[in-house]
């Protein structure tokens, strides 16, 4: 069954370093979306992307965060400036074109940051 | 911003129990989805529901659409250990694809 893809796993870096957080939606999907949890809370938005271009944000994605599809199978989420706050669990996910299928999003495992 | 209540937050069941939970909230929603999610793993999707009133069933888990469009409920019957988890809501609003998700309800079973 396909599935959605993320790495890595795990990603330590120093506060104020640049991260990039790698997915691999299901294949025959065109919407993709990042979220991110922090540890025992519940999920949250970040942005969505579909035709090469960000379809909506939330008010946690600010001018550090940006995302790119560098080619047809990547979507990555970069942090340019992390900070202590930015430590989660980003999650993306991807969802079909049919219009039943859009509403159903995939999640792939996750990526555990941890910004020291 | 849109808000989606759900309770209770966390459940202590003997296994073989039957357990139900619900979202709901004062905005309506035209989809309204349910997902588990365990330790250290993504939220995975259990059961999609697109209109008021539809009940849907996959496999021990029942969930169902509100009438009023504002809530939602899920239910497992004969609860087993493999059940353990966080179950969360998440709707989905006319206006937008955003998922708007619900604080989720912690599955625990009683040894």
């Known amino acids: 069954e396909p599935e959605v893809t993320q790495t890595p796993s795990h990603q330590v870096t120093q506060m104020g370093q640049e991260v990039i957080l790698r997915c691999v939606p299901i294949?025959?999907?065109?919407?993709f979306y990042w979220y991110r949890q922090i540890l025992g809370q519940k999920v949250e938005f970040l942005v969505s992307?579909?035709?090469?271009?960000?379809?909506?944000k939330s008010e946690i994605f600010d001018d550090q965060f940006s995302v790119e599809r560098p080619d047809g199978s990547n979507f990555t989420l970069k942090i340019r400036s992390t900070k202590l706050e930015d430590s989660a669990m980003y999650f993306c996910?991807?969802?079909?074109?049919?219009?039943?299928?859009?509403?159903?999003?995939?999640f792939g495992p996750g990526t555990r940051l941890t910004v020291t | 911003g849109q808000q989606l209540n759900q309770s209770p937050q966390s459940m202590f069941i003997q296994e073989g129990e039957d357990v139900s939970m619900n979202c709901t909230s004062s905005?309506?929603?035209?989809?309204w989805l349910w997902y588990k999610q365990e330790p250290g793993e993504g939220p995975v999707l259990l059961i999609a529901?697109?209109?008021a009133g539809e009940l849907t069933s996959n496999g021990r888990l029942t969930a169902q659409f509100g009438i009023t469009r504002k809530d939602s409920f899920l239910n497992i019957s004969a609860s087993i250990p493999s059940d353990v988890g966080i179950y969360f809501c998440?709707?989905?609003?006319?206006?937008?694809?955003?998922?708007?998700w619900g604080a989720g309800t912690k599955l625990i079973i009683k040894p």
């Open positions: 529901l697109y209109k």
């Open positions: 998440a709707g989905v609003m006319d206006s937008n694809y955003q998922l708007i």
């Open positions: 905005s309506i929603f035209n989809t």
């Open positions: 992307f579909y035709n090469n271009e960000i379809s909506e």
């Open positions: 996910a991807s969802s079909g074109y049919r219009f039943r299928l859009t509403y159903e999003q995939y």
């Open positions: 294949s025959n999907h065109l919407y």
